[in-house]
């Protein structure tokens, strides 16, 4: 196969397992347990979710990637990890995470939400600082990075609820598209920020969208204050890219309307999308993609050689010669050990791709 390396970078999609069989993985498991019962702190919960993130990233960088996550170790569900940070929010019991064995706790809005403080900052600088204290792989000079992962706004408004108070609730957003561009005025001072932090590109994820085609308006309205955020940040001289993600179900139907929303990258899942690969292949984009090729909720383990054909027949539709190879979605639906197998697997594709 002809060599397409220059262009195509190696790339985390969100999640990592963050319980498991290893040492560490129990070790986090133990400590939650142990907070339930009263026998341990917040700060020894904070302890364990640091070690387990700093395993993560390694994992990940001895795997061969150049994009990394923190594995949003620290997020109980994709949902409330964000929405408990807010003010007038509370957390009500859970539903799945679309057809997953995740749960989510679902939000309800009892007024207009308020931002107590940064949302992941603080995550991403501990992780951008761990991964400058691990050995950089020799082929790996100034190319590795950290990206920050954030649920957007219309699947963040989708999976939550409103609601008011026994005070009245003035102001609680009662509608989806209400929820919706409120949690986007909420997100955007969090991309300003992560950009100030040194965030370099930033992931959006938005499954939701894929099974409301029809809410397409409330969604793109919604991404609007994240855009104009980034627009900020890149009119100030900083690099600042937004991915967004979907995935779960089938991108085909919403592929052209993806690829013109304003955004910098969009990634695809392609084991849900079986005409997807033909439609690039035919069409093309015209921007960078990310090639969700791997099966994020499969353990099993692809062949290099069949997926570095797919890349192949890709790779060069896609305008400006620039694409990031992963998972279809976050790898939490595998075990630690076959998640670590599927990253093992991206560098053996190239390999694959390079002859």
């Not at 395993?55 to 408990?84: E, K």
């Not at 957003?173 to 955007?188: D, H, M, S, V």
Request: glycine share 8%.
């Amino acid at each position: 196969m002809s060599s397409i390396s220059p262009g195509l970078y190696l790339s985390s999609t969100g999640s990592y397992p963050r319980v498991g069989d290893a040492p560490d993985l129990q070790l986090l498991q133990r400590t939650i347990a142990a907070l339930d019962c009263g026998e341990r702190t917040t700060a020894d919960l904070l302890d364990a979710q640091n070690a387990v993130t700093r395993g993560a990233i390694a994992d990940q960088v001895r795997a061969g990637l150049d994009i990394v996550t923190d594995g949003q170790i620290r997020w109980n569900d994709p949902i409330s990890y964000l929405a408990a940070k807010l003010d007038n929010i509370e957390l009500q019991g859970t539903v799945p995470f679309f057809d997953t064995e995740k749960l989510c706790r679902q939000p309800l809005f009892t007024g207009a939400p308020l931002r107590r403080g940064n949302l992941v900052v603080a995550e991403y600088s501990f992780a951008r600082n761990a991964l400058g204290h691990l050995p950089t792989p020799a082929d790996k000079a100034g190319k590795l990075a950290i990206k920050p992962v954030l649920t957007g706004p219309y699947t963040l408004g989708k999976f939550s609820l409103s609601g008011r108070t026994e005070n009245g609730g003035s102001g609680t957003p009662a509608t989806l598209e209400a929820r919706a561009i409120a949690y986007g005025e909420i997100l955007a001072p969090e991309i300003e920020a992560l950009s100030q932090c040194g965030a370099e590109m930033i992931q959006i994820d938005e499954p939701a969208i894929l099974r409301n085609p029809g809410e397409w308006s409330i969604f793109e309205r919604a991404l609007q204050p994240l855009l104009h955020a980034r627009d900020k940040a890149k009119k100030t001289n900083r690099r600042l890219e937004l991915a967004l993600y979907v995935y779960f179900d089938d991108c085909a139907p919403l592929y052209e309307k993806l690829l013109e929303l304003p955004v910098d990258i969009v990634g695809f899942d392609f084991v849900s999308s079986p005409n997807l690969g033909a439609m690039i292949a035919s069409s093309g984009s015209p921007k960078p993609l990310a090639l969700g090729l791997l099966d994020g909720r499969n353990q099993q383990i692809e062949k290099a050689a069949d997926v570095a054909r797919q890349v192949q027949r890709l790779f060069p539709r896609i305008q400006g010669g620039r694409a990031y190879l992963g998972p279809s979605c976050g790898l939490e639906y595998l075990s630690s050990e076959a998640a670590l197998a599927k990253f093992s697997l991206l560098p053996k594709i190239l390999a694959e791709l390079n002859g």
